[in-house]
């Protein structure tokens, strides 16, 4: 079995613009945005999608930039930093380190960040927003493009719990912090009271699905144990992965770059295959999957590479 290492790309090797990137599993694929640390947009599971959707992390009321990130199949991870002033004069260096990992088989992405400073002492107030807004839609039938419309959702919360709800699903998101909604109202923007650490880990969970209480369950089922549930996403992952390299040719040069690139290329293989219920066939390809761009596929080409899906999927 080969390492999944290969699969990798550098913030230092992508052409990828921000909006272009993203993780899918087969059922869902959000967008982590790349030049900000804890930012997702477009979560797209068919048949639903979300709509100008929006979930922002930010400390002491900032979002921070990342200035790296490396993509991988599994998991994409960003690094940021941030230096505060505090009144006393001194200054606050704040690193920080966030993980998205998309739940194996499930509709539910999994942000973990981590934040520390570089003080020997907790004397830096640091308070926790989650920001979430869009929409939600469902669609019978996806064009080759990610769809698109004018989503309307009711902000909803519930015992831990916001859920942006409509008549065609829901999206909830939960936090293993304590947050609260900010305002008598349900405005979207969630906070946890301002602490003084000096180190922190926290995780958000999004879960998308046919009505509130599908989502709100699974958010509750993954944040009783967060790091199990990325566990078995990886490990789901190391098993896809040996499926593709034991299906299909090995390809072994003196030059590592064409190595690395009959690697990255075997893995639109993985990252265009579908296994939705709702779809008919199980599994099914597409001629993209990233961020829910062209999930059909015309069944005479299945993707151009006719030789390839046979052989890694003869049924």
Known sequence: MRRISPYKINH????LAPEDCGLVNGLITVNGWLTELTSLRGVYAPPYFSDNFRLQVRFNGRSI?????????AKLTRQGHHVEALED?????????SELTLGANQRVAILKVRGSNGLHKNCSPMKVQVEVTGGIRKLPHWEFGRPSG????????KDGIFSLVSSDGALSVGCTLPLMPLGPLCSGVLEE??????????YVVLAIGANQEESEVIVRKILTNPVAACDAS???????????????????????????LYNQSLLHLLLNEWD?????LHPSYSTGGINGGCVCCYLW???RPFRLWSMLNPQ
């Open 12 to 15: 230092d090797q992508c052409i």
């Open 89 to 97: 004069g001194r200054k606050v260096n704040w690193s920080f380190h």
């Open 234 to 260: 990886h490990a789901r992952w190391k098993e896809r992965v040996k499926q593709l390299t034991t299906a299909l040719p090995l390809f072994d040069c003196s030059a590592p770059k064409w190595n690395r």
């Open 193 to 202: 009271a301002p602490l003084e650490r000096r180190h922190f880990e926290f």
């Open 276 to 280: 939705v219920p709702e779809f008919k």
């Open 65 to 73: 930039p990342a200035y790296g990130y490396t993509w991988a199949p």
């Open 150 to 157: 004018a989503g309307i959702a009711d902000k909803r919360w």
């Open 301 to 303: 080409n299945y993707g």
